[in-house]
């Protein structure tokens, strides 16, 4: 049936899920505001709680999380073959997430992002013992970063561009024309009983 999971590797998940994710997501360009930060955590260490995690091993902020990531780690077995199973699937399952169906679309996705963007967070050390294929790609995170920032960039643009444009619409629109606007007003309050206006 399988073991127990322990409160300890449970706090453990936690910190990843929380402070982890953020500092990744931050590597990759996600900006976070204090309490954007402080909510995470606070629904990661309610979450937690939740679960039975006991006070004295429950993280209290994002410091306390990464500190106990960091002890965690250090207590972890080594990589098994069922890790590497387990993260190699989740690899290559990535691409399908995203909406990819096209084998060779999939497979271009996964040796050019994904692999390269994983080893470049959690380190080619490890990359390479969880088996993912050889890449590397110099400046991988400040390429990505870059593009993130690029995409960004030409959203706001376009948004400017859409909203100028609604703009100039909604002035063409409400534009005086003698000929084509009457600003009369019904003569009742009630259409039916009203002359044509």
Not at 95 to 123: F, H, N
Not at 147 to 156: E, T, V, Y
Not at 162 to 180: H, P, R
Request: aromatic share 8%; charged share 25%.
């Amino acid at each position: 049936m399988g073991r127990p999971i322990s409160a300890a590797h449970l706090g453990y998940a936690a910190a990843c899920f929380s402070a982890r994710t953020m500092l990744h997501a931050e590597h990759l360009g996600v900006r976070f505001t204090q309490e954007e930060r402080d909510s995470i955590m606070a629904i990661w260490r309610y979450t937690a709680w939740l679960m039975g995690i006991p006070e004295s091993i429950l993280f209290e902020n994002e410091a306390e999380a990464l500190d106990l990531y960091e002890i965690a780690r250090l207590c972890e077995p080594p990589i098994s073959d069922e890790s590497i199973i387990m993260a190699n699937a989740l690899i290559n399952s990535a691409p399908l997430v995203a909406g990819v169906t096209d084998p060779a679309e999939r497979r271009a996705m996964v040796s050019k992002q994904i692999v390269p963007l994983s080893r470049a967070l959690i380190g080619h050390e490890m990359g390479d013992a969880l088996r993912f294929p050889p890449s590397r790609a110099p400046m991988v995170l400040f390429q990505f970063k870059m593009l993130q920032r690029w995409q960004r960039l030409k959203a706001r643009l376009q948004r400017r561009a859409v909203t100028a444009d609604n703009f100039g619409q909604l002035l063409a629109i409400s534009a005086y024309d003698e000929s084509g606007i009457s600003y009369r007003v019904p003569d009742h309050e009630h259409s039916e009983e009203s002359s044509d206006w």
